[in-house]
């Protein structure tokens, strides 16, 4: 059984074969990729509880005496996985390293991965989750740690210039860190950082519906809005011949059909050959090979053709497969650690929300209005019954009065969004606001998707993002060369 996600997705760039940077002999494991342990406090704010161990990673290979240490944040994921891809040049941050005679550190998040407090990830373990204390450790380990380098007891934030990057929810990271804390970083690249806690975040769909091919989308559009209307329609036959048409005749609950249908998370990936694209291709190119116009081919091929493809990628499916509502099952009762998705949606169910659903009446959608913020209640309750007796409304006027959200102006931080990224409308490239770029809070926005300039490689493939790959490069390069040490944080 598989629970529809609403974590920010786990990034699959593609990336060269090759390491462009430092190679091993033989089996030898690269340096970078050696796990280093740091003891993190517990509760920076209860001492007494003692520490665990925090695991990280370092790439010291370009690095210089007073060159800059940058902090990577793992965010929503085993950290691990993110080698060598963010602590080589592979990537800007390698590459920012590279130009600035840099250090990279690669943090994993706590209760992400194996650096975690407890054995488990229990209701009463995961209470010392959250996004304040996320922001603590990270401050905690830049004034405290000694890094396994030339001079890595040197380099606290007073001796060296910090510099903390993040990409999507980590992105977000930097920019809140640098609010509230200012003066411990001394710079920050937030790429796809989504800055502002929304609980029902509808716009999700808003770069898709609107940047996606045009025939695709009307058609998938008034095939969602005939779907809504059979189910409200209470007619049990003509639902039934629904669910049939979509291979799904045994999904007891409208939201987990009409959730279900989403799967592929309606995300375009860069690749003409990309799960979206095949499934547009199969809504608009007919037997003939001919497309359908702008305006599609209308309804009923569209509601017809979706239903097939959808079955032929998955087969005949039932609540096995697509059920939310049974809470024994072990999408709700798993609590091993390395769970990216039970630690990930113990901050979305507490803090950020970010519940992705269909968009209010009146308003085009691509995605049923049975996905709603009651669907992803339900889901936190099953998870954490003890925590939400009562459907939850994750705290998000507090995370965005605390740390800033769309009103922060931190200063040396560097935000870069995408036209095509779904998180946009939680960035502060949102056109819910008119958030200013100015020289120490620059914005930069480039056609792409996901964080995708972070990978050096896409920069090649698209001038528009390999300009602002250089960008980036240019303020790193002159904020770092104004840093001067103090002796106070």
């Given at each position: 059984?598989?629970?529809?996600?609403?974590?920010?997705?786990?990034?699959?760039?593609?990336?060269?074969?090759?390491?462009?940077?430092?190679?091993?002999?033989?089996?030898?494991?690269?340096?970078?990729?050696?796990?280093?342990?740091?003891?993190?406090?517990?509760?920076?704010?209860?001492?007494?509880?003692?520490?665990?161990?925090?695991?990280?990673?370092?790439?010291?290979?370009?690095?210089?005496?007073?060159?800059?240490?940058?902090?990577?944040?793992?965010?929503?994921?085993?950290?691990?996985?993110?080698?060598?891809?963010?602590?080589?040049?592979?990537?800007?941050?390698?590459?920012?390293?590279?130009?600035?005679?840099?250090?990279?550190?690669?943090?994993?998040?706590?209760?992400?991965?194996?650096?975690?407090?407890?054995?488990?990830?229990?209701?009463?373990?995961?209470?010392?989750?959250?996004?304040?204390?996320?922001?603590?450790?990270?401050?905690?380990?830049?004034?405290?740690?000694?890094?396994?380098?030339?001079?890595?007891?040197?380099?606290?934030?007073?001796?060296?210039?910090?510099?903390?990057?993040?990409?999507?929810?980590?992105?977000?990271?930097?920019?809140?860190?640098?609010?509230?804390?200012?003066?411990?970083?001394?710079?920050?690249?937030?790429?796809?950082?989504?800055?502002?806690?929304?609980?029902?975040?509808?716009?999700?769909?808003?770069?898709?519906?609107i940047n996606m091919p045009a025939n695709c989308s009307s058609d998938l559009q008034a095939a969602v809005a005939r779907i809504d209307e059979i189910l409200d329609s209470g007619d049990d036959v003509a639902i039934q011949q629904l669910k049939e048409g979509f291979g799904m005749g045994n999904v007891t609950y409208p939201n987990d059909f009409a959730s279900a249908r989403y799967w592929q998370s309606l995300n375009p990936s860069v690749g003409p050959n990309s799960p979206f694209f095949q499934f547009c291709d199969a809504l608009e190119v007919d037997a003939n090979n001919q497309s359908a116009p702008a305006e599609g081919w209308g309804v009923d091929h569209a509601l017809?053709?979706?239903?097939?493809?959808?079955?032929?990628?998955?087969?005949?499916?039932?609540?096995?497969?697509?059920?939310?509502?049974?809470?024994?099952?072990?999408?709700?009762?798993?609590?091993?650690?390395?769970?990216?998705?039970?630690?990930?949606?113990?901050?979305?169910?507490?803090?950020?929300?970010?519940?992705?659903?269909?968009?209010?009446?009146?308003?085009?959608?691509?995605?049923?209005?049975?996905?709603?913020?009651?669907?992803?209640?339900?889901?936190?309750?099953?998870?954490?019954?003890?925590?939400?007796?009562?459907?939850?409304?994750?705290?998000?006027?507090?995370?965005?009065?605390?740390?800033?959200?769309?009103?922060?102006?931190?200063?040396?931080?560097?935000?870069?969004?995408?036209?095509?990224?779904?998180?946009?409308?939680?960035?502060?490239?949102?056109?819910?606001?008119?958030?200013?770029?100015?020289?120490?809070?620059?914005?930069?926005?480039?056609?792409?998707?996901?964080?995708?300039?972070?990978?050096?490689?896409?920069?090649?493939?698209?001038?528009?993002?390999?300009?602002?790959?250089?960008?980036?490069?240019?303020?790193?390069?002159?904020?770092?060369?104004?840093?001067?040490?103090?002796?106070?944080?």
């Amino acid at each position: 059984m598989t629970m529809r996600s609403v974590a920010p997705p786990i990034d699959s760039d593609a990336v060269p074969a090759y390491l462009p940077n430092s190679q091993s002999e033989g089996d030898e494991v690269p340096p970078y990729a050696v796990v280093q342990y740091f003891d993190q406090p517990i509760d920076h704010n209860d001492l007494s509880l003692g520490t665990f161990e925090q695991r990280y990673w370092l790439n010291d290979e370009f690095y210089k005496p007073g060159g800059p240490i940058l902090l990577v944040n793992g965010g929503e994921g085993n950290a691990e996985q993110l080698i060598p891809r963010y602590v080589t040049n592979i990537s800007m941050i390698g590459t920012i390293a590279q130009q600035e005679s840099g250090a990279v550190v690669l943090f994993e998040h706590r209760f992400f991965g194996l650096s975690n407090p407890y054995p488990d990830l229990s209701e009463e373990s995961l209470k010392y989750l959250s996004v304040q204390k996320n922001i603590d450790d990270m401050i905690y380990f830049a004034q405290n740690v000694e890094l396994p380098m030339v001079r890595g007891d040197s380099v606290t934030p007073d001796e060296a210039p910090w510099v903390l990057i993040g990409a999507s929810y980590a992105g977000a990271v930097v920019g809140w860190t640098m609010h509230q804390n200012p003066g411990i970083f001394y710079a920050g690249y937030s790429s796809s950082g989504v800055v502002e806690a929304i609980t029902e975040f509808w716009r999700y769909f808003e770069p898709i519906r609107i940047n996606m091919p045009a025939n695709c989308s009307s058609d998938l559009q008034a095939a969602v809005a005939r779907i809504d209307e059979i189910l409200d329609s209470g007619d049990d036959v003509a639902i039934q011949q629904l669910k049939e048409g979509f291979g799904m005749g045994n999904v007891t609950y409208p939201n987990d059909f009409a959730s279900a249908r989403y799967w592929q998370s309606l995300n375009p990936s860069v690749g003409p050959n990309s799960p979206f694209f095949q499934f547009c291709d199969a809504l608009e190119v007919d037997a003939n090979n001919q497309s359908a116009p702008a305006e599609g081919w209308g309804v009923d091929h569209a509601l017809s053709a979706y239903g097939q493809y959808f079955i032929e990628e998955f087969g005949v499916t039932g609540d096995e497969t697509w059920g939310t509502h049974d809470g024994t099952s072990d999408q709700y009762t798993n609590i091993t650690v390395d769970n990216f998705e039970r630690s990930w949606l113990w901050i979305v169910c507490n803090e950020v929300g970010w519940y992705q659903t269909g968009a209010p009446e009146g308003h085009p959608t691509l995605v049923s209005r049975y996905v709603d913020v009651a669907s992803n209640q339900l889901i936190c309750q099953l998870l954490f019954p003890n925590t939400f007796p009562e459907p939850p409304l994750p705290r998000v006027d507090e995370i965005n009065s605390v740390f800033g959200g769309w009103d922060a102006h931190p200063e040396h931080v560097v935000f870069v969004n995408a036209i095509n990224d779904p998180w946009l409308e939680s960035t502060v490239s949102s056109h819910s606001i008119d958030y200013q770029s100015t020289p120490l809070t620059p914005v930069l926005v480039g056609d792409g998707f996901h964080h995708a300039e972070v990978i050096m490689v896409n920069g090649e493939l698209d001038p528009i993002l390999g300009a602002i790959q250089q960008k980036v490069l240019g303020y790193m390069h002159s904020w770092l060369a104004d840093w001067r040490p103090s002796t106070t944080y």
